[in-house]
């Protein structure tokens, strides 16, 4: 565990390079702007969900992940770094680094929510925060393999979520108390459905993130 601990943080220091300080800075305003955003709304639990976990994964998640492959064509290493053994882990790794970082941050946002708010079911959320963290991450990793610049890949990123935005918009909180009623086999249906959607949408993009992965010569290229 401390190994990889040591890998993801070694990953994350790789990706944001000397701009540490800014990316956190912006995450933080995000955190300490989201507490009034929130309570600024009906106070609701639902609140907390998009300035939690979906701005700051998309404004800070998605400039990251397109730095996996760029900042091996910046410094001119890219042909060596995928002709060493084990090349496709190599980039791999550095994307599941920034997607732990979106789970943990995503998962603490919904704890947090759930404490300082009301009740609600905490297994439709946190799943879903896994489900579009790996949906960000495929999507984002698949376009910086066939992209050259950070600046493209962001804006292909971007341009993927909007042809899946209703389901990546859903928003899975949802306390009982709002509702009047517990969940209804509706509404886990219509949370399932968002989450099959982009899932399969995520296999789909690291299929296609693979099959560029095994061949090299077309991502220096």
């Known amino acids: 565990m401390r190994n990889w601990l ?20 912006i995450d933080l305003l995000f ?17 907390f969900w998009f ?18 492959v760029a900042v091996e064509r910046r410094s001119g290493t890219l042909d060596l770094a995928l002709s060493s ?18 789970i943990v941050q995503g998962w603490f946002g919904i704890f947090f929510a759930r404490a300082a708010t009301e009740a609600f079911p905490l297994t439709g959320p946190l799943i ?11 999507v984002t990793l698949n376009w910086s393999l066939r992209l050259a610049t950070p600046g493209g890949v962001i ?18 909180i949802y306390p009982p108390a709002m509702a009047g009623h517990p969940m ?22 690291y299929l296609y993130s693979l099959q560029r992965l095994m061949r090299p010569e077309t991502i220096i290229t």
């Open 184 to 205: 209804t086999i509706d509404d886990i249906l219509k949370v399932a459905k968002a989450n099959l959607v982009l899932a399969g949408a995520a296999g789909v993009f």
């Open 128 to 138: 879903q925060i896994v489900v579009v963290s790996l949906f960000i991450t495929s």
């Open 85 to 102: 053994p084990g090349a496709r882990f190599y980039f791999e790794r550095r994307a599941v680094a920034v997607a732990a970082l979106m």
């Open 31 to 47: 955190l300490f702007s989201a507490i009034p955003l929130a309570f600024g709304g009906t106070g609701r639990a639902t609140e």
């Open 6 to 25: 040591v890998r993801i943080r070694a990953s994350l220091a790789l990706l944001v390079e000397r701009r540490v300080g800014l990316f956190l800075s």
């Open 51 to 68: 300035p939690l976990f979906i701005i700051p994964s998309l404004i800070l998640g998605v400039p990251m992940l397109s730095e996996c």
């Open 155 to 172: 804006f292909a990123t971007f341009a993927t979520v909007a042809v899946f935005l209703p389901w990546f918009m859903s928003n899975p």
